[in-house]
């Protein structure tokens, strides 16, 4: 996926106000994943509140085990992190997941919106372009 793609989806769900199950951030990265590969990563599962959203984690282990279990193994070098990749981070004990456009990832605000982050704050990134 070229830079002024990402930077195109990014935009544009920067206009979404932030709804769990729709437009958080778990959505955020699995809408980028389906642009790349065609198909929505999420398949089936739904939640509609923050209290879903955390027993489904839950019940799969958490974000990291979650999302690894779709994209494979998740990389710590985050000078490897290319335009598109998903990233993970924690704020106040609460993992979230963003999508980059190095040296930084743009993270959901439940405000609404995208705020940016310096990747220097990353946990790990699973590669978008490599699935």
């Given at each position: ?40 990563p999420l398949g ?75 990747l220097t704050l ?10």
């Amino acid at each position: 996926m070229m830079r002024a793609d990402v930077i195109a989806y990014l935009e544009q769900a920067a206009t979404v106000p932030f709804a769990w199950g729709v437009s958080d951030c778990v959505q955020l990265a699995a809408g980028m994943v389906e642009r790349v590969r065609g198909a929505n990563p999420l398949g089936e599962l739904t939640y509609s509140s923050e209290i879903e959203a955390k027993r489904v984690l839950v019940e799969r282990g958490g974000l990291e085990a979650a999302v690894t279990a779709v994209l494979g193994p998740m990389q710590r070098d985050r000078r490897l992190c290319g335009d598109g990749d998903i990233v993970l981070t924690a704020f106040e004990g609460q993992q979230a997941l963003g999508v980059a456009v190095p040296r930084i990832f743009f993270l959901r605000r439940t405000g609404g919106g995208l705020v940016p982050v310096d990747l220097t704050l990353a946990i790990g990134f699973w590669p978008c372009r490599n699935f």
